[in-house]
């Protein structure tokens, strides 16, 4: 039987460090332009100190979405995570050598300053060989960097559509002959290289669901290309998927936990020799529509202001850490203990509710709250707060401000925080981490078994 996996509501002048490595394609130097819709944009205060009428009031929308998005996207979590590993699993990098970039070295890199980094430019420089950077589009709600988008061209001759990126997932769906879909659409009659095919997908994402058919076509992201790539070509979705601007989703995680069974894009362009490195990176701008990015191949040194700290894969499903710590305090932490997966299409932290709950307690003056559903918790507005994560005995800073998703109301002095309660269905040992932290730090997603975090400019 088909595993269903889903799609998550909340769901990434400068100079490039170029990755050489093992042969690959030679594609030319390339630069994007990517269509936008505006999105519903109310600024926060960069440098994280708000006062209390700078904090705009709490819009749950996004949030309530994503708090049920994640029960259904991670429902068999457990057993997958348990069932893999990253010496059964097939590995399309194997071939590659292990990323390593002049001196990187692990340390404790905690220690952050709290405020925004200057706005990037948009200019794409050109890419080494076999390596893509892809300028992606940040979707914003209040406080909410709800998620991340960019450019992706199926078809001959191609069609560019935009796709939310995805860590958290393993397929690449698109609305193709859509019979309610708002957004543009993969039109796979003017494609003279797409195949269909009778085998059925369907998937949930949030409240909603999409039906679909396994299909094939040719796949583009700047100049890598796959051909015969397989995906779900979805003609009907739920109505709640028209609120966001994409039609699709490109899921980068393993393909042990696709629904449609099939290698994923990125796994293609390694079995393919197409990469200079069996990696990608991700940067995440905070509150701003453009500097957002995703490397293929490449690390972006201009995206980062530290060495990267390294982090071994617990299995080769998710990208998926040991977490055994959160702090809201100097010296004050809480054991975990917990299996964290590394989603960049999630916006919240997302833990079991006795971790959430003694979290909380480091913070004179929260409480849990219902006002919103289950899973949300309010904290005073003016708390002073060094929050961190630690995996593996290392500490890793949160931006202050990635913290408040807005007051309760307009008159109040409790605001809600970015850390939520998972849905007790997913078991007890289970932590989802989105882009509340990742917002904060330069990520690494190497084939080889590890996830690199390297402080991110947003902190600089």
């Known amino acids: 039987m088909l595993a269903h996996y889903f799609l998550p509501l909340s769901l990434l002048s400068l100079s490039l460090t170029s990755v050489q490595g093992s042969p690959a394609q030679a594609p030319s130097p390339f630069r994007l332009k990517i269509r936008t819709r505006s999105p519903p944009i109310d600024r926060r205060v960069a440098d994280g100190t708000q006062t209390q009428d700078d904090i705009p009031t709490f819009n749950d929308t996004y949030a309530v979405k994503e708090v049920y998005a994640m029960v259904v996207k991670y429902i068999q979590a457990y057993r997958i995570i348990n069932d893999f590993n990253v010496t059964t699993d097939p590995d399309p990098g194997a071939d590659y050598p292990q990323f390593d970039l002049n001196s990187v070295d692990t340390q404790d890199l905690s220690p952050l300053q709290a405020q925004d980094a200057a706005p990037v430019h948009t200019f794409v420089p050109p890419v080494g060989h076999g390596a893509a950077m892809v300028p992606y589009t940040d979707y914003i709600s209040g406080p909410m960097d709800v998620l991340y988008y960019g450019p992706l061209a199926l078809g001959t ?30 039109k796979g009659r003017r494609s003279s290289t797409f195949k269909s095919s009778t085998a059925r997908c369907a998937l949930a994402y949030g409240a909603g669901n999409a039906w679909g058919t396994v ?4 796949v ?13 070509a979805v003609y009907k979705v739920s109505s709640d998927f028209n609120d ?26 390694l079995a393919q020799k197409k990469l200079a490195k069996s990696m990608f990176s991700m940067h995440m701008a905070r509150g701003q529509p453009d500097g ?30 040991s977490m055994d710590g959160i702090s809201a305090a100097e010296s004050r932490n809480v054991p975990t203990n917990l299996t964290a997966a590394i989603d960049s299409g999630a916006s919240l932290i997302h833990m079991p509710r006795r971790v959430v709950d003694a979290f909380y307690a480091l913070i004179p003056g929260s409480y ?7 899973g949300f918790y309010a904290y005073p507005c003016n708390a002073t707060l060094k929050l961190e994560l630690s995996f593996e005995g290392r500490r890793y800073s949160i931006h202050p401000a990635d913290f408040n998703l807005g007051k309760m109301d307009t008159d109040t002095t409790m605001c809600i925080g970015t850390v939520v309660e998972i849905n007790s269905d997913l078991g007890d ?15 690494v997603f190497d084939y080889s078994g590890r996830v690199g975090l390297a402080p991110s400019i947003n902190n600089s």
């Open 368 to 374: 849990r709250t219902d006002r919103y559903g289950a």
């Open 292 to 321: 957002s990015e995703v490397c293929f191949g490449c690390y972006d040194a201009t995206k980062a202001t530290g060495p990267v700290s390294w982090h071994s894969l617990i299995s080769r499903t998710y990208w998926s850490l």
């Open 429 to 443: 040992n289970l932590a989802i981490i989105g882009d509340t932290f990742l917002k904060s730090w330069y990520s």
């Open 244 to 269: 966001q601007p994409i039609s699709g989703l490109l899921g980068l995680a393993f393909r042990t936990i696709a629904t449609i069974q099939q290698p994923t894009f990125f796994e293609n362009l």
């Open 157 to 186: 001759p191609e069609q560019s559509l935009n796709f939310q990126v995805d860590t958290g997932s393993a397929d690449l769906w698109v609305a193709s002959n859509c019979q309610n879909c708002v957004n543009n659409g993969f």
């Open 215 to 218: 299909s094939h076509d040719t």
């Open 220 to 232: 583009s992201i700047g100049s890598l290309t796959v051909q015969k790539q397989a995906f779900c």
